[in-house]
Each structure stands twice: as structure tokens, then as C-alpha cells.
């Protein structure tokens, strides 16, 4: 059984001392112990919590925390405050305080991984048990392979790079500088392409790899096929969430935001500053612009121009789309509607009919 919060020890400072460490102003009673951070939702007497946003502040009433840090602006009337300019990187200052992130990179290469010869490993490189790095594989300086993670043939890895457990980069990918790579992610896999030749499908070339940028980090069990001629490439500073798919050929621009569950088909290409929600899904050979946002599920069948955002099945500008989710909404009644009117009309065109007898009459 998981320790509880009170089986931890708890190492206490002042809110001063708090407010000092994150560079905060200090509002209310500075002698306020402080044990430890948690969200609104979780924190207890001894924590210090967030506020980000006005809207929020009603939910501090319910709220057990000492005391919370807010941006500068921002009033708190019932508890001590410490004011900051930026309220996440202060929080996440604080919560590295009272939690330190556990080092796990041990030192060196574990004489339980298994390293080729014919590999050359930079300075300050570790790869831990049960790691596996191929022939004539490069890997740049203070990068860390964790345990399970293979690096096939030829690949290309820059500095500080961090490859987690169970991922797999095949042949011939390239990685640029500080990049994370999560648990279970494949890169460079083939990509689903065929021919059908006499009845039979016959896969496609698969003689392209996978480059990746720098400052690119690829979320847990995500894949990126390989190109069948040339690179699927990943831009610089691109972030991609888990559990999605990139198929081959396709070019995805820098500074791109791709959220989880996103499916990309082949030979795709984004601009620079894109962002996916959830579950949006691209047909092949299609092209989105610059800063173009694509709302969650969108099912994107035509190019998408610069600044643009779409949303719905099939994707549409997000105006059109909110026109015709309102018609929709509208259907149940305005079927009611039809069918009175088709009633009253039946009942028109009979007295028309019984009108024109009584005349013929």
C-alpha cells in the first residue's frame, strides 16, 4: 500500500521564506508553515495552493490551504497570498521544492545494456540495464537511454536527449538536441503503404527514415513512420502528445501543438504554430497552414488555409460550423413545425377538394 501524505515526513518552512524562494510579494501573516503544495482540489491545512484565474476564487472557500499564490493583481481576502508575475513557474517551484524529482540517471553505461561496438557515445551519455544500441549508432553528449529502449542501426541521437523506457527509434532515425522521447513510443516504423500486384498486396518501398528537430518531445506509445523514399520530418520545438499517429511522408512544421489521439495520414504537411485538439484525423496529401487551429475530432478532408479554424465532420471554419450545429438543434422542432404545416395543408387542400364537387354539383 502507497504511503498517505501523513506517513511522509514533512519538512516545514515559513511563507516568507516561500515567497523569498520563488521571488513572490507577500501578502498577510509570513509566519504561516507551509509542508506542502496541492491543487485547489486536494490541498489541506499546512499546503500552499494556485489561483490562475479570477473565476476561481470562489472555490477558496471550500479550500483547506494556509495559504496560495496568485498573479499580481489578483486579491485574496481570507488567507495569507504571495503574488507573482508567473503563477505556474512559481507553483512548479514550490511544488519542486517540498518534492524533488528523483534522480534516476544513475552515471555512465550499465554493463547490462547492450552497446555495439561500432557505436560512439558522446561525453556524460547513459544507458541503462536492459538497453539496447545498435551499430554505428551516434549519441550526443549527457543523453540518457533508459532501460529497454533500442536504438536500431545507424540512428542519429543529438545532445541531451532523453529516451525513456521500451521506446523503439529504428533504422536510420535522427534526433536532434534535447529531445524527449516517452515509454513506448515507435519511430520510424513502416509506414502502411501498398500496392496490389496479381491479387496480392505487396508493401511499398520503406527506404526513408525519420528526422526529428530540436527541443521536440514525442508523448508515451505515439508513433512517426519512416518515409518510403525520403524523412518524415518533425519540426523544431514540436509537441506531440500520446497515442498519436504519424504516417509516412508526412512534413510537420515547428512549434506545432498535437494533442492525444490525434491520426495524421501520409504525406500530410502543417505550418509552423499548429495546433490539433484531440482526436482530429487528416486524410492523406493534405496541407494545413500557418497557426491553424483544428478543434478536437475535426475530420479535416481539404487543405487548411494560414490562421484558419476548423471544427466538425467533416471539418468546416468554426462560424459556419457553429450555424449548423444551431440548425441542428433546431430539427426536432422544426419537425414538429413541418408536420403541422403538412397537417394543415392536408386539411386545406380536402376542403379545396370538397369546394370544387359542391360547385361542379
Not at 509542508?35 to 472555490?59: E, F, M, N
Not at 502502411?192 to 505487396?202: P, S
Not at 510537420?252 to 501520409?266: D, F, K, Y
Not at 465532420?313 to 438543434?329: D, F, N, S, V, Y
Request: glycine share 12%; with cysteine; hydrophobic share 40%.
Amino acid at each position: 500500500m502507497a504511503p498517505s501524505k501523513k506517513d511522509v515526513p514533512v519538512k516545514t518552512m515559513a511563507l516568507s521564506a516561500l515567497a523569498e524562494l520563488v521571488g513572490g510579494r507577500l501578502l498577510g501573516d509570513g509566519t504561516t508553515l507551509i509542508g506542502g503544495a496541492a491543487i485547489l482540489r486536494d490541498a489541506v491545512a499546512g499546503d500552499v495552493t494556485l489561483v490562475d484565474k479570477p473565476r476561481l476564487l470562489k472555490q477558496l472557500v471550500n479550500c483547506r490551504a494556509s495559504a496560495v499564490v496568485v498573479p499580481r493583481g489578483i486579491q485574496v481576502e481570507c488567507r495569507p497570498t504571495v503574488e507573482v508575475d508567473d503563477v505556474h513557474a512559481a507553483f512548479a517551484r514550490i511544488v519542486a521544492h517540498f518534492r524533488p524529482p528523483r534522480c534516476t540517471t544513475g552515471a555512465g553505461v550499465s554493463p547490462d545494456a547492450q552497446v555495439s561496438s561500432t557505436a560512439r557515445l558522446g561525453t556524460d551519455v547513459v544507458v541503462h540495464p536492459g538497453a539496447t544500441i545498435s551499430d554505428d549508432v551516434t549519441i550526443g553528449s549527457g543523453s540518457v537511454i533508459h532501460a529497454g529502449a533500442r536504438l536500431m542501426a545507424g540512428c542519429r541521437v543529438g545532445c541531451d536527449v532523453t529516451v525513456f523506457p521500451n521506446a523503439v527509434l529504428y533504422e536510420g532515425t535522427v534526433v536532434g538536441d534535447r529531445v524527449v522521447i516517452h515509454a513506448g513510443a515507435v519511430i520510424g516504423a513502416y509506414g502502411f503503404g501498398y500496392e496490389t500486384v496479381a491479387g496480392q498486396h505487396k508493401r511499398s518501398a520503406q527506404l526513408g527514415n525519420v528526422e526529428i528537430g530540436d527541443d521536440v518531445e514525442i508523448g508515451a506509445c505515439t508513433t512517426v513512420d519512416r518515409g518510403t523514399y525520403g524523412p518524415t520530418r518533425i519540426g523544431d520545438g514540436t509537441k506531440i502528445d500520446n497515442l498519436v499517429m504519424i504516417a509516412h511522408n508526412c512534413s510537420i512544421g515547428r512549434h506545432n501543438l498535437i494533442c492525444s489521439q490525434v491520426g495524421i495520414a501520409g504525406s500530410c504537411t502543417t505550418g509552423d504554430y499548429v495546433v490539433m485538439a484531440g482526436q482530429v484525423g487528416l486524410r492523406d496529401h493534405i496541407d494545413v497552414g500557418h497557426r491553424a487551429v483544428l478543434g478536437a475530432k475535426a475530420g479535416v478532408m481539404n487543405n487548411i488555409p494560414d490562421g484558419a479554424v476548423f471544427v466538425g465532420i467533416p471539418a468546416t471554419p468554426e462560424r459556419e460550423q457553429r450555424l449548423k450545429q444551431a440548425a441542428w438543434a433546431k430539427l426536432p422542432e422544426m419537425r414538429k413545425e413541418f408536420l403541422s404545416l403538412q397537417k394543415r395543408l392536408a386539411e386545406l387542400v380536402a376542403k379545396l377538394d370538397e369546394a370544387g364537387q359542391c360547385k361542379v354539383a
